[in-house]
Structures are given as C-alpha cells and as structure tokens.
C-alpha cells in the first residue's frame, strides 16, 4: 500500500520552510507528511520503537510476547488488518537497524521508515548519558528510509559530541535526500526534571543542527498545569483507543507523551 500524495495547502506551506533543501530531501519530507489517517494535515503519529535496545527486551516485551518479533511492530504501525476500519495509520515507524532490516523487504512501501542511527542502553547509572552510533545514513538508503533519526541530550556532559555527530549525520543525510528527525531530552546529572534552563536547551539546542523534525516530551510545568489537563486526558485516551484497536497490551511510559515540533510550528503527534 503506497500512500498518495496529497499536496494541500498546509503541506505546500511546511515544505515552503526548507528552501535551502534539495528536491529529494522535500520529497520524502512530503511522503512522510502524506502517509496514514493524518495525510496532507501537517500532523504526525510516529511510532518509535527502540525499547528492546534502550531499556531491555524482557522489560519492554514480556508483558506482550509476540513484540520479541520485530515484523510485530511493522504491524502495529500499519495494524494486521490492512485496509480495515480498524488501520492504525501511521505517518511512519520509527527503529533501530536490526529491527528495520527484519522486516523492511516483507513490509516494503507499505509505511515510511525512520532509522534510528544512535542508541542507548540502560545497563549502567550513567552521569552523562550518551548514545552510540549504531548505524549510518548508507543502511537508511538500503532500506529504503525517508529520514533518519537522532536522539540528544541536552544536559549532558556528552552533549558537545552529539551535536558534532547529528550536525555531520544531517548534513550527509540531507545531501542524499533524506529527511532527518531529533529526538530530545534533557538529561544530565545536574539537570532537574523542572531545571528551566534545560528545557530551553531542549527546545534550542537541537535547532542549530540541521533537523526538519524535533520531538520534544513536554515540560513538567506543561503536564501539571490545569490549563493543559484536558489536552493530556485527551491524548491518554487516544492511546488507550490506539493500544486496544492494535491488540498491544503493554503498558506504556507515563513520560511518554509525545509532540513532535517542527522547527517552525508545532505538530501534536495526536
């Protein structure tokens, strides 16, 4: 299932935000914007696997068993009835390499892929987290990806290092067309959950490196206020919906309440 294009005014508008970028590099910007139920809305529904790396496969699958088989999450993006009432429709799937390359032949144009291109794992208590390059802008064009994607941390002792690594990866992800996506948290052993120079950091840092997407969690100061509680409920009850269509039993982060920014409007991945 090949998605179509849908060049509406919103979407003309989002590409009009990169003129500096090539032909290839908007194209699959375009595709991964025209894909699933938000087509041609300037929203997204990103799903980001990376928990059988980044917290352990037991921790993050023996409550659901049949997530220990990569092609399951292909699925979930998509949903095993495709085509059905119940499709899940996805923008895009979001993995480490291992799991992009089980199933990316089987699953070929049916969903935009992201690479996660850096990993990180949570085998030690580290005062300043890093991740490690786990794949490159070559297997994102093997597989057939529109983007690659690139978590930081602002915060971090490690920070410098990842700035210079997502500002080399861009610029090479851009020159071969691909689109590139910043995952950003604030984490650090001197960054508090509510530190207000750290979220500032979240929000600007990655900006100076070359991203057309940046997903941010929202602030403490966010998730508490009275004024953004109905938001909240709102968005948990979509992802009760979207667990219960998709089978997945699983229970997710609490922290996980996730808005993907683009660098010149924010888009709710809602």
Known sequence: MVSKILVTERIREILSWY????PGTLTNLARLLNHGKLAGTGKLVILPVDQGFEHGPARSFAA???AYDPR???ELAILQGRGSANEAG???YAAPLGFLEAGAREFAGEIPLILKVNDHDALLDEAGPTQALTSSVEDALRLGCVAIGFTIYPGSAKRFEMYEQIRAYAAEAKRCG???VIWSYARGSGVSPAGETSILYREASPTMSLPMLLKLPPSWEHILSSSNSQTIVSNSRRRRMFMKKCRFRSRPR???FVTLSNLHSTVAAS
């Open 19 to 22: 003129g500096s970028d090539n």
């Open 64 to 66: 659901n068993p049949p």
């Open 72 to 74: 399951y999450h292909f």
């Open 90 to 92: 996805c923008n895009a």
């Open 178 to 180: 691909l689109a590139v």
């Open 254 to 256: 609490q922290k996980e």
